[in-house]
């Protein structure tokens, strides 16, 4: 009896999360092609067509959405076994920094499977904005950070790519005098930027109507209807929606976030830093 490749699955998990094969590409680490046939490949095994076209794109067959389920339990098992094998006798200490975006989203379910699997070993966390952390790993105070990426740099891994998004009320933008009110982090801030710029080649006028340290600072200007704010889908729920292309407000770019890793990490260091690179595309954004 033919069995199903875990590789295979990951990337077939990734296109069902995403919609996307290019996306699922960015995900899994290899290329819209090699992607492609890697989905052949599983088609094979299973005998069966897992995706089909539609319009201009792909969508799962009810064969792919059969599979969805037995894909997720059994990457699961697979995970957690070696995790476990490798985890129980891992002694010693990491230090996770971690921005607020994966703080209520992805990153608790992860922390918890590695922190089960991992008993006799000390897990430090510590969320806090980008530049704050890219301090501490620099200071050498972070054995892993994963952080919104400002340019390519030749010691990070691209861990996933999200659309920046507008959120909050539509009718924070139907003031009488026209602009867009805004509720932003402190600077430096790579959303705060990109908001800003985008706006600035609109030539839409707008105002900073709330700042704040935090991600619930931003969340309470939002809920509130007092301003809008440029996150990814992350931060969607609770109050707080996406706003609908037709109100004018421009395109904002992709959101890239990348995790380092110190050379000298140990071994359940480097299985958490995978296990972050592997599980959080999966999991958490609601856009």
């Known amino acids: ?114 922190a089960e699997s991992h008993p006799r070993l000390r897990l430090d966390l510590r969320i806090g904005r980008s530049a704050e952390l890219t301090g501490a790993f620099d200071r050498a105070e972070l054995d892993i950070a994963l952080t919104m990426r400002s340019g390519p740099s030749t010691d990070e891994r691209l861990v996933l790519r999200e659309p920046m998004l507008w959120l909050g009320l539509p009718r924070c933008l139907h003031g009488i005098d026209g602009e867009v009110p805004l509720a932003l982090l402190d600077a430096p801030c790579g959303f705060r930027h990109a908001a800003i710029a985008a706006l600035d080649a609109a030539g839409r006028r707008y105002r900073i109507a709330a700042t704040s340290a935090s991600l619930s600072g931003l969340a309470a200007a939002v809920k509130a209807g007092i301003a809008v704010t440029a996150r990814t889908g992350r931060m969607a729920g609770d109050g707080i929606r996406p706003l609908d292309g037709d109100l004018g407000l421009p395109k904002l770019p992709e959101a890239e976030f990348a995790l380092r890793l110190r050379p000298d990490a140990g071994a359940p260091a480097t299985d958490l830093a995978d296990l972050l690179a592997e599980m959080l595309p999966l999991a958490g954004n609601r856009g």
């Open 1 to 114: 009896m033919e069995t199903l490749d875990p590789e295979l699955l990951r990337t077939f998990l990734a296109f069902a999360e995403t919609g996307s094969l290019t996306r699922a590409a960015d995900i899994v680490g290899r290329s819209p092609s090699a992607v492609t046939a890697q989905m052949q490949r599983l088609e094979g095994t299973v005998g069966d067509a897992l995706l089909e076209q539609v319009g201009r794109g792909r969508s799962l067959t009810p064969a792919g959405e059969a599979l969805v389920g037995h894909a997720r339990r059994i990457l699961a098992a697979h995970r957690e076994a070696l995790l476990s094998l490798k985890g129980t006798r891992a002694e010693g200490r990491i230090a996770l920094g971690c921005t607020q975006d994966f703080a209520e989203s992805g990153l608790p379910s992860i922390l918890n499977l590695f």
